[in-house]
């Protein structure tokens, strides 16, 4: 698998070819900035959404899928930030070997939450069989 750098200055040949990655790159960075300022997480996208449209990075897809695109990296950045709370808590709680336990614990509260199998499968490295058998218990 080969990955690119594509955070401002990190491939600025490849950027400055396509204005559609410059203008993604450009956007994830303005959230990125709009946190490290002190901006609550769907605040940072909200504006970096209506900064996207009237900088013109992007602003004819954020115009048509505003909605869509708040949704999706607001739930995107968040399991990003409970994957790292569970690591956390799990190395602080010794459950640092893979045990199962927490995995199950957030796996339920995730359902609960109305999350998508797919991304407490992600989350919690459970199986689908898994966290099917926890969707259906409940």
């Known amino acids: 698998m080969r990955v690119v750098n ?3 200055g990190g491939n600025t040949s490849l950027l400055s070819k396509s204005a559609t990655l410059n203008g993604y790159s450009a956007f994830v960075e ?3 900035s709009n946190q490290r300022s002190g901006m609550k997480l769907r605040g940072a996208i909200r504006e970096a959404i209506d900064w996207s449209i009237s900088a013109g990075a992007l602003a004819d897809f954020m115009d048509e899928h505003k909605s869509e695109v ?4 607001y739930t995107e950045f ?3 930030t409970a994957k790292k709370v569970w690591q956390e808590e799990s190395f602080a709680d010794g459950f640092s ?3 199962n336990e927490r995995a199950v614990e957030i796996a339920k509260n995730a359902l609960e939450m109305g999350m998508q199998i797919d991304t407490i499968i992600k989350l919690t490295g459970l199986t689908r069989e898994e966290v099917e058998s926890l969707h259906k218990a409940q």
Not at 70 to 73: H, K, Q, V
């Open 6 to 8: 594509i955070n401002p």
């Open 30 to 32: 303005r959230v990125r």
């Open 78 to 80: 968040n399991i990003n």
């Open 70 to 73: 708040e949704s999706m990296l």
């Open 97 to 99: 070997d893979g045990s």
